[in-house]
């Protein structure tokens, strides 16, 4: 089925043809919705910004377009105002269709391009550390274009890029060495692990010989010594174990796990290609890349003195594995904003070594606390564990107050879905390049623009269904009726939910979507408070189910594109 967006484009295309078959200049078609109710469903001032295509007066090109607008099933009306504007009025018939098909049928989207892989680099924690605040958001921004980018029928790729390779290993060998705590070891290895490097760190200070071997153990585990090796592979899959538990509590997964090691034999070729291709150059013994001045770049650093490659050369063989084995449709990348610079040069290189490759750095601002609670702790980080239990415990006191009936075991599963929703929306609902400020109220009320609130609309849906099985009645979603300009306007907000996947696919913001779900919720809401459901009869009835029942469906399937699962009851 077609996006209504789509339809109404068409056949603007089509009028617009007809009074000027040159016309070419297409972006200047922009239909949007209404800015009021007053003003119709849609409306484009289209006639005005195209003045000087048309050489005549807006007014003048928007009736010719009225005029020249071809046979159609969708539009009730169109009104001209002002200057030039358009005013669209759909026909009930029309969205009531349309809504009756959209639970059945998929939208098509096939007007993108989807030739190819989409590759998502996402979340890419550093081995022997457990996730913290800090690996939030790309986590959690990353699943979610995942889940938009499926959505939109692309063939996604989900890659977790986790550094495995680098001098923390040598650390780690030496402090496996010296001062591992067996007992504690076998009981939670990743504390362990943390505790021998912090360790590490503190006897370094004063002992400079540690340093020395720890460049020693990682030569060894370099040149595949094998006692090394295994130690290597041992603190990655408890590492891995360890950030296993924390995605499968966020719902997310990944479809490789491909880390820097795999790109470390691959790096000597990247640095003889830009020797070769007189890209890089020595300075102060290092090999490095200039950048054109316009650029306003940093040189970046391949290859240093001693022979180490860096970040950079390992992110040049990734992008050069990227290309070199998949056809490519986009290779993205989230990592917070820190790393800009680093995209940058890295994408730059790749322009000037002539790789076709669509790209794209997601970055997104650091996440603070408003209240103490949970702000850095001396020295110590959040962990992202301790921040999911925080969120489960307080959603879990509000359950107990609002709803102390429900049964225990549901409670823990929906406390659990919401703490973890209600975090992740906190999220989402911003967009990626600004600043998040965790808010506890803010982020678990019930009213406002939150997850809770969302997932309240959706179980108070589901509730009135569960009456209207008590009660015997049934309706169809095939038999809507648009009967007034309620059920219009639900109806038309209904209508735009795949268009708003769209655009937040298309500009990489998940939050187009809450925003979309937080209106759509506030639209509903009103829109129960007042109709009856229950106590009303005949194809009144079954119209105002059919559009609550769509309506739980769109806010299930929205808060799924979050990576949110929406609850029966809470
Ligand atoms: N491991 C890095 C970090 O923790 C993020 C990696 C992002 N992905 C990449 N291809 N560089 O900061």
Redesign the pocket.
């Known amino acids: 089925m077609k996006l209504c967006e789509k339809n109404l484009e068409i056949l603007f295309k089509q009028a617009i043809a007809k009074i000027d078959p040159e016309f070419s200049t297409w972006e200047k078609l922009f239909i949007q919705k209404a800015s009021n109710e007053k003003f119709g469903d849609y409306q484009t001032n289209f006639a005005m910004t195209s003045a000087k295509e048309f050489q005549q007066a807006p007014r003048k090109t928007a009736e010719q377009i009225v005029e020249n607008f071809p046979e159609n099933e969708m539009i009730e009306k169109l009104e001209i105002a002002g200057p030039g504007f358009i005013n669209i009025y759909l026909k009930d018939g029309y969205l009531a269709d349309l809504i009756a098909k959209m639970g059945e049928e998929d939208f098509e989207f096939d007007f993108l391009d989807r030739e190819g892989k989409v590759i998502i ?1 996402y979340s ?3 081995i022997a550390k457990r996730m913290h605040i800090g ?1 939030l958001r ?1 986590t959690v921004i990353g699943d979610a274009i995942k889940r938009i980018y499926l959505y939109l029928g692309y063939d996604v790729i989900a890659d977790n ?3 495995d390779w680098g001098t923390q290993f040598g650390k780690l060998i030496i402090g496996y060495r010296n001062w591992l705590d067996e007992e504690k070891y076998k009981k939670n290895p990743i504390e362990e692990l943390e505790r021998i490097y912090v360790k590490f760190a503190n006897e370094a200070e004063n002992n400079e010989a540690l340093n020395d071997q720890a460049r020693e153990e990682l030569k060894k585990l370099h040149d595949g010594d094998e006692e090394n090796l295994r130690l290597w592979k041992e603190f990655i899959q408890v590492s891995l174990d360890e950030y296993n538990k924390v995605y499968d509590r966020l719902n997310i997964s990944f479809d490789e796990y491909r880390g ?1 090691s795999f790109y470390h034999d691959m790096m000597p070729g990247i640095v003889e290609l830009l020797k070769e291709r007189k890209l890089a150059k020595y300075s102060q013994d290092a090999l490095v890349v200039f950048f054109p001045e316009e650029e306003n770049l940093h040189p970046c650093i391949v290859q240093k003195k001693d022979g180490a490659y860096l ?1 950079a050369t ?2 040049l063989a ?1 992008l050069q594995y990227k290309k070199d084995h998949y056809q490519l449709n986009k290779a993205i ?1 989230v ?2 904003e820190r ?1 800009q610079t ?1 995209f940058k040069q890295i994408f730059k290189i790749s322009d000037m070594l002539g790789w076709k490759i669509n790209k794209e750095h997601i970055w997104f601002g650091i996440m603070r606390f408003k209240d103490g609670i949970f702000s850095t702790r001396k020295g110590n980080v959040i962990r992202l564990e301790e921040l999911l239990d925080e969120s489960v415990k307080r959603v879990k006191a509000v359950i107990e107050e609002k709803n102390p009936n429900l049964p225990e075991e549901e409670k823990a599963i929906v406390a659990e879905k919401i703490g973890v929703g209600a975090i992740k929306y906190a999220d989402l609902s911003r967009n990626p390049q600004s600043m998040v400020i965790f808010d506890w109220d803010k982020m678990l009320s019930f009213e406002g623009n939150t997850a809770p609130y969302l997932q309240y609309t959706h179980a108070r849906i589901k509730s009135v269904f569960r009456k209207a099985a008590e009660m015997n009645i049934t309706f169809d979603v095939q038999d809507l009726k648009l009967l007034d300009e309620y059920d219009h306007s639900l109806a038309l907000k209904l209508s735009q939910f795949p268009y708003a996947v769209l655009k937040a696919g298309e500009t990489f913001k998940p939050n187009i979507i809450a925003d979309y779900l937080f209106d759509l919720g506030q639209k509903f809401n009103s829109y129960y408070n007042q109709k009856s459901f229950l106590n009303s009869e005949g194809i009144e009835q079954n119209s105002r189910l059919a559009l609550a029942a769509r309506t739980a469906e769109v806010l299930a399937k929205g808060l799924d594109l979050l990576g949110i699962e929406a609850v029966e009851r809470m």
């Open positions: 680099d890419s924690p550093n690996h790309s890029h986790i550094g820097e970040y390992s992110d990734c990348y990592t917070d790393q680093h």
